[in-house]
């Protein structure tokens, strides 16, 4: 069993106005709800791969109650640690006319002690019989820096590999307790380095990382990922895409956009589960997130197709 791990999720609330008109009545024609957070897609993907997946985290009030029969429906797991807060809502406006999409984002809930303790607790039960864990996102109000930290220690200690999926404070606690992956939230700027090569050392702030910590680094680059790996480098890249120009590709391209970031992370899940060699699964991280929708539904055509072009080399050593 694969247990994702969301502690900030929300409610996407999907409004469509024939024309939004600011400081008047608008009238909505359509109202979608979804479950927000990287954890619940990348769970949401895994379990459209005919995996055995149960989103944990933190949830509580209308809201929570919401995202969990959002996840019933998708055919997904939830075993939520409850809260007595609302969890967060981001409320998006589309004005049909112009196409301008509005956003608000609702504050996080703040998670009190007592609410923490029995996140450990639920967290360590989940633990027995999972195969692999997942930990992505932000933090709420009232979580420390070193939560993940604490979690890949747990799962650590009942043999179950880790792959951590976050930024700052959060990500540099948690990759120094030995995740089997270690996603970074880069910069934009970030994401495209040049040369053959690259150093963990200056990527996010992350300083420098020992990979006797991390079992691996994984960036995304253009159309692909990098990964840094005590043995050396691993690259896996498409094509350039059809009648694009010659060039390096904007590194935008392929690493932005949350649907491609749970996909890319959803594609690494099976490889950290079952033991897949290197090549086989970044193919399939890399396949899946060139083949999902912007609303994160995976198209299964297009990634049978992208599957075999996906090119793997390495381990190159790393100066």
Same mark, same amino acid.
Not at 2 to 15: A, E, F, H, R
């Given at each position: 069993?694969?247990?994702?791990?969301? &502690?900030? %999720?929300?409610?996407?609330?999907?409004?469509?106005?024939?024309?939004?008109?600011?400081?008047?009545?608008?009238?909505?024609?359509?109202?979608?709800?979804?479950?927000?957070?990287?954890?619940?897609?990348?769970?949401? &993907?895994?379990?459209?791969?005919?995996?055995?997946?149960?989103?944990?985290?933190?949830?509580?009030?209308?809201?929570?109650?919401?995202?969990?029969?959002?996840?019933?429906?998708?055919?997904?797991?939830?075993?939520?640690t409850r809260i007595g807060a609302e969890s967060r809502r981001v409320?998006?406006?589309?004005?049909?006319? !112009?196409?301008?999409? @509005?956003?608000?984002?609702?504050?996080?809930?703040?998670? @009190?002690?007592?609410?923490?303790?029995?996140? $450990?607790? *639920?967290?360590?039960?989940? &633990?027995?019989? $999972?195969?692999?864990?997942?930990?992505?996102?932000?933090?709420?109000?009232?979580?420390?820096?070193?939560?993940?930290?604490?979690?890949?220690?747990?799962?650590?200690?009942?043999?179950?590999?880790?792959?951590?999926?976050?930024?700052?404070? %959060?990500?540099?606690?948690?990759?120094?307790?030995?995740?089997?992956?270690?996603?970074?939230?880069?910069?934009?700027?970030?994401?495209?380095?040049?040369?053959?090569?690259?150093?963990?050392?200056?990527?996010?702030?992350?300083?420098?990382?020992?990979?006797?910590?991390?079992?691996?680094?994984?960036?995304?680059?253009?159309?692909?990922?990098?990964?840094? !790996?005590? $043995?050396?480098?691993?690259?896996?890249?498409?094509?350039?895409?059809?009648?694009?120009?010659?060039?390096?590709? %904007?590194?935008?391209?392929?690493?932005?956009?949350?649907?491609?970031?749970?996909?890319?992370?959803?594609?690494?899940?099976?490889?950290?589960?079952?033991?897949?060699?290197?090549? *086989?699964?970044?193919?399939?991280?890399?396949?899946?997130?060139?083949?999902?929708?912007?609303?994160?539904?995976?198209?299964?055509? *297009?990634?049978?197709?992208?599957?075999? @072009?996906?090119?793997?080399?390495?381990?190159? %050593? @790393?100066?």
């Open positions: 069993m694969i247990v994702t791990v969301t &502690l900030d %999720p929300s409610l996407l609330v999907d409004y469509t106005a024939d024309r939004l008109e600011l400081g008047a009545p608008n009238r909505v024609s359509r109202v979608r709800y979804r479950a927000g957070g990287r954890g619940l897609g990348v769970a949401r &993907l895994v379990h459209t791969f005919g995996h055995e997946v149960v989103a944990a985290g933190l949830a509580g009030g209308s809201a929570g109650e919401l995202i969990r029969a959002y996840l019933v429906r998708a055919g997904v797991p939830a075993q939520f409320v998006r406006v589309a004005d049909a006319v !112009t196409g301008q999409l @509005t956003s608000l984002d609702e504050p996080a809930p703040y998670i @009190t002690t007592e609410e923490l303790g029995r996140l $450990a607790a *639920d967290y360590r039960a989940l &633990l027995d019989g $999972a195969t692999a864990v997942v930990l992505c996102g932000g933090l709420p109000a009232g979580l420390p820096g070193e939560i993940y930290a604490s979690l890949t220690s747990y799962a650590n200690g009942a043999g179950v590999p880790v792959i951590l999926d976050a930024g700052g404070s %959060p990500f540099r606690h948690g990759a120094a307790r030995g995740p089997a992956l270690a996603i970074p939230e880069l910069a934009a700027g970030e994401l495209a380095c040049g040369g053959t090569g690259f150093g963990v050392a200056g990527f996010g702030g992350m300083g420098e990382l020992d990979l006797a910590g991390a079992g691996a680094v994984v960036l995304p680059v253009p159309r692909g990922v990098r990964v840094l !790996t005590g $043995a050396g480098e691993w690259q896996a890249k498409l094509p350039p895409a059809a009648g694009s120009a010659p060039g390096p590709e %904007p590194a935008a391209e392929y690493a932005a956009g949350e649907a491609v970031r749970e996909a890319l992370v959803a594609g690494l899940v099976p490889g950290i589960e079952l033991g897949w060699s290197w090549p *086989d699964m970044l193919r399939n991280a890399v396949a899946l997130a060139a083949s999902v929708s912007p609303s994160g539904e995976a198209d299964l055509a *297009d990634y049978e197709a992208l599957l075999p @072009t996906v090119a793997v080399t390495g381990p190159v %050593p @790393t100066a």
